[in-house]
């Protein structure tokens, strides 16, 4: 066993303490507050071999242990006086602790990146669930009904934890907990709160299924990196969970063909110019740039009922920024091998890949993109007809105009592309919702 699986066991042994917290209460704060300033005061002997980091040796102080320590205390805390549920709690301490020891010993037998990521979420997969289960249990509120909830919260929890620490260094475990214990916060207060939100065992099941089948075959077809591949299993999993399958139906179609679309003449785009970094292989930002809006209007969609807006018009800015993304995406990827673009605020002609310039053939892309979406939308959703239909069209004509307007007049010195991906995303959400009030019964 090598030093780096000796000191993840420790760290988990230290996050087993959570596993306390239904029964002792406010005394798993304390347990982790003395945990870090102990942490602090040891600067030799076994315990600093074992927990220390190399960050750790090179400072004489265990500070990770401490970080770890006060992380943990501070969601124990939060546990105690502003109601988030104690195995929420478990679920985040444990998830960090078991999925690095998880991921470790996936190092531990020269396992590829991929594979120890995969480990990180299996691990903090099954603590997360056991360990809400135990919480559960001890406080004699576990049900049979309550499974596919804890499940959900661990998957999302672990696929989280996975995705910070595909981009983040062991030594920001802290964040990692703290940002796990903050969605799995939300998480459980929506299904707690909103009877319109039903979690089933077959449907987590099969969506955690589906969600690892289209993480690892984005990752294998090279259409995105481990944390794009992890942002948007994190996305299908949300999706189908708390939306349905419909909804993961359009947003799949967007990344398919949005995938193949970068692909397109990508050695033509790449001598031009203009082609995506990394052979076309999506990364975190990229992917969030275009969907974050999209998994905005599906958590918006789940609490419907305690707000009071139709939860329809959810689904038309859901699927007005996914038309939009669809719209940009195929627009920059097949116009990007024409030549004679101009740029859309003059109409005058601009060099291949000029931030705003636009082509006529692409123009027709994207339409078609939005159009796609639009079928889709129309075949699967009962309540969007050939008027919805048409204001997707018009949504997404409208955001992949406004991408282009950004990219002329803000993208470079202030905003970045994921931004303007983001700001086109939501004009194409507020005018599919809009359209939607104005046009729709």
């Not at 807006?309 to 699927?319: D, H, M, R």
Request: glycine share 12%; aromatic share 8%.
């Amino acid at each position: 066993m090598t030093s780096r699986v000796r000191r993840a066991a420790a760290y988990a042994g230290v996050a087993t303490l959570s596993l306390a917290a239904p029964a002792v209460g406010w005394a798993t704060a304390a347990a982790f507050g003395a945990v870090a300033v102990v942490a602090l005061a040891i600067t030799e002997g076994p315990a600093f071999e074992l927990f220390a980091r190399p960050a750790d040796r090179q400072e004489g102080r265990l500070h990770g242990l401490a970080a770890f320590g006060f992380a943990a205390a501070g969601i124990s805390l939060l546990a105690l006086f502003a109601e988030l549920p104690t195995h929420v709690l478990v679920a985040s301490v444990l998830v960090v602790g078991y999925g690095n020891l998880a991921q470790q010993l996936a190092w531990e037998f020269d396992a590829d990146p991929i594979g120890r990521t995969s480990a990180f979420v299996a691990g903090g997969l099954v603590a997360g669930t056991v360990g809400q289960a135990v919480s559960l249990a001890t406080e004699g509120a576990l049900a049979a009904s309550a499974y596919p909830e804890i499940v959900f919260l661990a998957a999302s929890g672990a696929l989280l934890g996975g995705l910070l620490r595909s981009v983040l260094f062991a030594r920001d475990d802290p964040l990692v907990m703290l940002s796990v214990a903050m969605l799995l916060w939300l998480f459980a207060d929506l299904l707690a709160a909103d009877a319109t939100v039903t979690v089933t065992v077959e449907g987590v099941a099969v969506a955690i299924a589906v969600t690892a089948l289209f993480g690892y075959v984005s990752w294998a077809l090279g259409a995105a990196s481990i944390p794009g591949m992890m942002t948007g299993a994190l996305l299908a999993l949300l999706t189908i969970v708390l939306g349905g399958y419909s909804w993961f139906a359009v947003l799949i179609a967007f990344f398919g063909i949005g995938s193949l679309s970068t692909k397109f003449r990508y050695g033509q785009k790449q001598a031009r110019g203009v082609a995506e970094d990394n052979e076309g292989a999506r990364g975190s930002g990229n992917v969030l740039g275009n969907a974050a809006v999209a998994l905005a209007a599906v958590l918006a969609y789940a609490a419907r009922g305690r707000l009071p807006v139709p939860g329809e018009l959810f689904l038309f800015a859901f699927a007005g920024s996914v038309a939009t993304a669809m719209s940009d995406t195929l627009s920059s990827e097949i116009g990007g091998v024409f030549d004679g673009p101009r740029l859309i605020t003059t109409l005058e002609r601009v060099d291949p890949g000029t931030d705003g310039a636009v082509t006529w053939q692409g123009e027709l892309a994207g339409i078609a993109g939005a159009a796609v979406v639009a079928a889709i939308a129309w075949a699967l959703f009962g309540s969007v007809g050939p008027a919805g239909a048409a204001v997707i069209v018009l949504a997404g004509a409208a955001g992949m105009t406004a991408d282009s307007v950004f990219g002329a007049t803000l993208e470079g010195d202030a905003l970045g592309n994921q931004s303007v991906n983001f700001l086109a995303t939501l004009t194409g959400a507020l005018v599919g919702a809009g359209l939607a009030v104005v046009v729709l019964p």
